[in-house]
Each structure stands twice: as C-alpha cells, then as structure tokens.
C-alpha cells in the first residue's frame, strides 16, 4: 500500500537514535518496525511517499500512533529553543526522527538491557531473548520472533537468560518479569499517572535509575517532556551548554531535542 505523510518521517534516523533495537533495514531502502504481533516493511518511494506492507486499517490503528503521527514534527522541531550553534545544527541533523509509542513492557525490559552498552551489543542481546523466548512469526519476506511476554520470561531458567548475554542484568530482568506478570508493576495502568509518579513507578523495578526510568517514559509512554541523560547527552552538556541543564526550557520539546542529540553524537562518533 502506498501512503502519504505530510510531515517529517525518516526510517533510517529513527532506527539510529537509540530509541528502538528492533527497527533494521532488511535490504537498501527497505526498514523494518516491529510491535506487539505486527512487522511492517516501509520503503520510502519519493518525497514524504512511502510503501508499507500493511492494509489501511492496520496502518490507522497500529502505525499511525506508533509513528506519533498525530502531532506535527516539523513544527515542533521549529518552536525548539535554539541558543546556540550546536542546537541548530542538531535540530537540522535530526530532521525527520520522531519519537515512537513503543510497546512499555518491551521499552522497559530492553532499556534495562542498554545499561552500559554499545547500540550493537544491545540489539544482539534482545534478539538472542526474543529469537530463544519469543512467539515466532512468519511474514511474507522472513521468519523472526517477536518480543517475550513477561510470563515467559519469569518461567525461563536462569541459565536460559544468562546465555542470552543479559549479564548482571539479569536478575534485574527476572524482577521486572516478576513484577509485571503478578500486576505489581501495572504498566498499562501507568499510562494515567504523571510523569513524576510514572518515573518513580519506574523506579521500583531493580536495576531501574533515572536515566532508564526516563527512556521508558518518553520511548513507552510518550512523555515529551522527558529528556534522559546518558554518557552522550552529559558530554554534549557539558561540552555546549557549560554543564547547564538545556533541557528545563524546552517543556515538551525536551525529549525531542535529546533524541536530536543523541543521533547527532553518534553520527559524529562513525565519522
């Protein structure tokens, strides 16, 4: 199906921005998303022109608010505050990221998995869980799994999960499991709180800090306003912004801007 976006929408960006470890290019110009029990092949074909592999309804009731294609990027890439050169040029950099509504349950176990590592490493460790627990699925172009429910993970030995790299991590997994299959982590229910209550929520499951917590809200929930800050962006603040927090003027646009950041240093760190 061919379909058209009157707005900002680059695939390429947006798998490279460390908000999503699913999102790969099967073959040049052709990406695939994957969420929940839906994959999507996208290509873009010409100027804001795009062919997905979807019908119509699929595509208003899952990609569409998964794509946030409610809201208008490019002017909200224009209203970002921009106080010096650095901030222009990573809003021009970014242009056509948009901030996903990814699955919160996936968002968390997977943003758990990235501490301390390379984009790579995190997207080898979460197709080694997904292709040993997941649900497998067959499109019309590949066989993939799809993401393990919380369940499954809780009955999986720990044996099982440790040969899929998790590391120290596990047992912060297996809390967040536990946590999510027993209801004491109601994710679903969490999207009614406020970012403030939401964050600390967050915070319950082990291994959980602020900048984890903060991923999970913007990339989960959709928390604009929250801007998480890692290695990249504290280096970056410090670097252009005197150590100053540029985030607290942005309201919501502090979570745009981040993911501007983020793929402007790693941009900058492969060349």
């Avoid at 999507?40 to 294609?69: I, K, Q």
């Avoid at 301390?116 to 997904?130: D, G, H, Q, Y």
Wanted: proline letters at 4%.
């Amino acid at each position: 199906m061919k379909i058209y976006i009157e707005d900002e929408l680059d695939p390429a960006k947006i798998a490279a921005c460390g908000q999503t470890f699913r999102a790969v290019r099967t073959e040049p110009g052709l990406w695939r998303f994957v969420t929940g029990k839906n994959v999507l092949y996208l290509r873009e074909t010409g100027p804001r022109e795009f062919d997905v592999s979807c019908d119509e309804e699929t595509w208003t009731r899952v990609w569409t608010p998964y794509f946030d294609l409610g809201r208008n990027y490019a002017d909200m890439r224009e209203r970002i505050r921009r106080d010096n050169v650095y901030t222009e040029t990573v809003c021009e950099a970014g242009r056509g990221i948009r901030i996903l509504r990814q699955d919160p349950w996936e968002t968390l176990v997977t943003f758990i998995i990235s501490q301390r590592r390379s984009i790579p490493a995190i997207r080898t460790c979460v197709e080694k869980l997904c292709a040993r627990f997941g649900e497998e699925i067959r499109t019309e172009r590949e066989t993939l799994h799809l993401f393990p429910a919380a369940e499954t993970l809780l009955e999986a030995a720990p044996e099982e999960l440790a040969a899929c790299g998790l590391g120290y991590r596990l047992p912060y997994v297996r809390d967040a499991a536990e946590r999510a299959a027993s209801g004491a982590a109601d994710l679903e229910a969490y999207g009614a709180l406020s970012d403030e209550e939401l964050l600390c929520e967050l915070m319950q499951v082990k291994g959980v800090g602020v900048k984890v917590a903060g991923c999970v809200a913007l990339f989960g929930y959709g928390r604009m306003a929250c801007a998480p800050v890692d290695v990249w962006i504290a280096r970056a603040i410090d670097e252009y912004f005197g150590g100053q927090d540029p985030f607290e003027s942005q309201g919501e646009l502090a979570g745009l801007l981040q993911q501007y950041m983020f793929y402007y240093a790693q941009q900058r760190k492969k060349a």
